[in-house]
Every structure is written in C-alpha cells, then in structure tokens.
C-alpha cells in the first residue's frame, strides 16, 4: 500500500492551517494595528498594518480588483480544488461528519441516522461550532479581548448580539440540516467554475485510458462525501477533494498498482504546458499589476492627514481689531505608532505666524486614530483676504501634513 502518496493527511493538515489562520488573524497585530479588522467607530479599516480611513478606501479599488482577478485566475487554472481543499464550507462539513462518525452516526443520502441521544449530543457540538464562527466574524469587527469582556459583563452592543445570533443560527442550520448539500445544490462557485473550465484547468478524474484496469470495486463511488461517481466524467458535484483518488490507490496499492485517479490539467488531459496562454497571461498581469498599485499606494502615503473646516456652529466676528474664525480640525494618525502633534499657522502671503487658540498642542493620538480638535484662529483685520495655512507638526518638528483656508473680511471659508 503505497501510504506515502495518499492525499488525506496533506488535505486536513492545510484545512487545519487556513482554518487556524481565520481563526487567528483578528488576534494578530503590526504595532497597534489589527493585520485585519473594520473599525466601525473610527470609520476605517485596518488592513496588515495600515489603517485607511473612510476617505482613502479608494485605494482598495486596486485591492478589490486584483482579488477579482486573482479569484478568475485561480478558478481558471485549479477549477474547485478550492471547494475541497480551503472553503470553510467543507472543512466545517468534514468535522461535522467526523465527530458524526465517532458518535457512531451513520450518513447515507446526507442524511444522520442513529439514536436519538447519539444526534441530541451532535447538534449540541453544531451549537458550539456555530457560535464560535459567529463569535469569529465579529471579531474582525471587534478586538476579540474586547469582545470577550463585552460577553462576560453582558455589555456587547445590541447589533452585535443581533449579528452573532443571525450567523450562529445560519451556521447551526447548516450543519444539522444541508452540509454537502450546500456544495451541490446551493453554492454559486461551482456553477461559475463549469463556465471556465477548460484546457488548463485542474481537474480530478479517471481517464477513459485507465478504464480497462480499473476492477469496479466502488471504493471511490463509497470514499466521496458528494455521492457522485467519478467514473461517469467530469461532474459539477465534484469538489476536488480526492477522496476517491486516496480510496483508489489504496485499492490498487494492495494489487501492487499504480491508482486510476489523479489530478489532471484539462478534463482531457492536456497537461501543464495548458495553463500557460493568453487568458491566464493576462490575468496574471492584471492580478499582480493592481496588487502591486495598490501596495504602493499605501506605502506612499502620508504618515498623518489633516483636514480643517469651519464651524458650522458658531460664526466668525471682528473685534479689537482681529478677525476671531473658529473653525474644525481632524488629525488621523496614519502610522504604526502613536505619535504627538500640534498644530500651526502663518498667512501665506507674508508668512506671518498667527495666533491658534484650543487644545492644538501636545495631541497624542495612537495608530490609526482620527481626532476631531476645535479651535479659534486670531488674525489681525485689515480688510483683505488672506490664505492661511495650517500645518501639522510632529514632535521632531517635521511638517506632516499642510492644509489651506481662505479668510475674507468679516467671514471665513
């Protein structure tokens, strides 16, 4: 029995890590900054390190795109191997039918028989899956520390309660009552890769080549947790697992054989020189041109924002011979560490310094964070407009971020 060459161990070794990497990412940190978490509050998005605010989630246009790209790249060449392999649909569906098994529940027809006890204590294990995926997308939206203490002092926001409920109840639905049924009937994926397969795609199959050796003893029609048989052609169920490929070889291993089923570039076999043509050329260009636009954008941008506005609350006025306009700052932290500044301002056309009133100095914000300052510019009136600058200052004295305002007679805009 050639053991070295089944694929079981190699499959549930990468369910394990892409299933540990879902789990674990929200945990992970660059400095500060969550490697990925929306940040509801504070409008933004921390993304492996950057935060983008509301106003810059333009550059996850290029990053959108390129996983558009990436995604028809990947189907186009590995077709489902992503069904079987990393979709959280079916690792879900593989411990659910393992403990299933050990619970010496029977699956026919994707259906569990057994005593009733055997599926109380089953669908009890579907609950506690279920509320740990529910629990696992909020915290890409909340800092699982904080989540945790929020459950405990029953203070979790009512729409995340609402949320966690919604998804545990999906989840727990799907396990007790679809699993595999919705990998045949219900995902969209599968239908989408039928429309681009071709030539070059991954495929798993017996060849018709293979068929006069192969001895019909139905261990792959048994091993596929689709219920579909292999031997018919290529079919849409097909996940790519390669549970029949393991069952086949393991068969033809005790016959001192080689297996019938393997994987295979094309539904005929045309092998790996396939993948390389102009579809797969240009994706790949595609894909990793906007990736790489979009690292650079991120990676040139400035390492904090200032934004002023005036105050839509109180008006500007002249007295003792000032113009006192009070206007509105925001300063966003865009670096991985906490920084302090203050704020500055001088006319531009004589580059005299002006007075700032309000808490402009000695602003301490951590990674990613936008502040909101208030505060009152002091000019001298002279009936004349004038174009101020407000500069952002860091604690080494570097200027970080320059913004301008336009101060007429009496008023501000």
């Known amino acids: 029995m050639q053991k070295k060459r089944l694929l079981g161990p190699w499959r549930r070794s990468f369910q394990w890590f892409a299933s540990l990497l879902i789990l674990l990412l929200p945990w992970g940190h660059i400095g500060e900054v969550s490697l990925l978490r929306i940040d509801v509050p504070n409008l933004s998005l921390q993304l492996f390190g950057a935060t983008l605010r509301i106003e810059e989630l333009y550059l996850l246009l290029f990053f959108s795109l390129a996983m558009v790209l990436f995604f028809l790249l990947t189907t186009l060449v590995f077709g489902r ?13 593989d411990i659910s039918e393992w403990v299933a098994l050990k619970l010496n529940l029977k699956i026919s027809d994707f259906r569990l028989q057994g005593a009733l ?15 740990l995926v529910g629990s696992n997308m909020l915290w890409y939206f909340i800092e699982p520390q904080q989540y945790f203490a929020q459950i405990v002092s029953g203070q979790l926001h009512p729409v995340a309660l609402g949320t966690l409920l919604i998804v545990a109840a999906a989840v727990y639905a799907d396990l ?6 919705i990998c045949r009937d219900f995902c969209p994926y599968g239908r989408f890769q039928t429309v681009l397969v071709d030539t070059a795609t991954f495929t798993l199959q017996r060849p018709a080549s293979e068929a006069p050796r192969c001895i019909e003893c139905g261990a792959c029609v048994r091993a596929c947790p689709m219920e579909i048989d292999i031997r018919q ?4 169920e097909c996940i790519n697992c390669g549970r029949c490929l393991d069952a086949c070889r393991k068969i033809m291993g005790k016959r001192q054989q080689p297996g019938l089923i393997g994987y295979h570039f094309g539904t005929s076999g045309e092998g790996p020189r396939a993948v390389i043509n102009p579809r797969t050329i240009l994706l790949t260009i595609g894909a990793t041109g906007l990736l790489g636009l979009f690292v650079l954008s991120v990676q040139m941008r400035p390492e904090a924002s200032l934004k002023i506005a005036l105050s839509h609350q109180v008006g500007s006025r002249v007295t003792d011979g000032n113009q006192i306009s009070f206007f509105n700052a925001w300063i966003n932290n865009r670096s991985t560490e906490e920084a302090e500044y203050q704020l500055r301002a001088q006319n531009q056309q004589n580059g005299q310094s002006l007075t700032i009133k309000g808490p402009t100095s000695n602003i301490v914000l951590e990674s990613g964070q936008n502040r ?10 002279d009936g004349k407009k004038s174009t101020i600058v407000f500069s952002l200052i860091d604690h080494a004295g570097r200027t970080m971020a320059e913004t301008e305002a336009l101060i ?3 008023q501000s805009r």
């Open 408 to 410: 007429t007679p009496g």
């Open 176 to 181: 007790a009552f679809l699993r595999r049924l």
């Open 233 to 236: 052609g290529y079919q849409i």
């Open 81 to 93: 191997i992503w069904c079987g392999w990393t979709c959280p649909q079916t690792t879900l569906s």
């Open 117 to 131: 006890w055997r599926k109380i204590l089953l669908h009890l294990f579907f609950i506690l899956v279920a509320v």
């Open 372 to 381: 909101k300052v208030d505060l009152v510019l002091v000019t001298p009136f």
